[in-house]
């Protein structure tokens, strides 16, 4: 089984100040991982995934996760955030292959605020 | 436009009522799913369908049910034996290739209110 731990709840963050989303995970087995966005009352969007290859994954509106598996970790960042980044953020993982099909695991979630 | 609906998107009833909520792709995937969304607990898996005619429990199947008799619908039914069925609900559906990961697209969700 997997788990997926989100280390923090909220993040407040200035408009276009960095910001880093930290994602923890515990698998016994090869993942795949992703980070999803969810803007109010709406459903998730995916913002990137890793599958395989370079640890480090580019994904929609300059986001940007690094994939450490020595630290199980797989943390979002964004060099420059915008007041419309604001939004509840999560981390996931599915396993890769063998009978979890389609089982993603998800993290309790981040909401991010960015304020002018 | 290809997508999931979900309707409705606010749905209020009393205690001890069941309701059934809709979702319905045009996405031609082969695998369905609901997941149930508290805050501060990320999205929990209710059930599962890959195919036509076959549905898996998830991890909080316990007073809900589903059928899957076309591809294209999904339905949900919370039973007045869900201990506690305020949530917002989400629906997704992914293709069932085997030899790859299959990226699952999500619904608009249903909240659902009970009184």
């Known amino acids: 089984a997997q788990s997926v731990t989100q280390l923090d709840s909220q993040v407040p963050v200035f408009e276009e100040a960095p910001v880093e989303l930290r994602c923890n995970y515990s698998?016994?087995?090869?993942?795949?991982l992703f980070w999803y966005v969810q803007y109010p009352n709406q459903g998730l969007q995916l913002l990137l995934k890793?599958?395989?290859?370079?640890?480090l994954v580019k994904g929609i509106n300059g986001f940007e996760a690094e994939f450490n598996k020595s630290q199980t970790s797989f943390h979002l960042r964004k060099p420059s955030v915008h007041i419309s980044d604001t939004a509840e953020y999560f981390c996931a993982v599915i396993h890769a292959g063998g009978t979890s099909y389609g089982k993603l695991t998800f993290g309790q979630g981040t909401i991010l605020t960015v304020h002018p | 436009d290809g997508g999931i609906t979900q309707s409705p998107k606010y749905l209020f009833r009393k205690e001890g009522q069941n309701v059934t909520l809709s979702c319905e792709q045009n996405?031609?995937?082969?695998?369905m799913y609901w997941y149930r969304q508290d805050p501060g607990q990320g999205l929990r898996l209710i059930y599962y369908?890959?195919?036509?005619?076959?549905?898996q429990k998830g991890d909080i199947a316990e007073g809900y049910s589903v059928s899957r008799e076309k591809k294209e619908s999904f339905p949900l039914t919370v039973t007045s034996a869900q201990k506690n069925p305020t949530a917002f609900y989400l629906c997704a559906s992914s293709s069932r290739d085997t030899n790859s990961y299959n990226e699952q697209f999500f619904g608009p969700g249903t909240r659902l209110t009970v009184l």
């Open positions: 698998s016994s087995v090869s993942v795949y």
């Open positions: 890793y599958l395989s290859g370079s640890t």
């Open positions: 996405l031609n995937h082969d695998a």
């Open positions: 369908s890959q195919i036509v005619n076959d549905f």
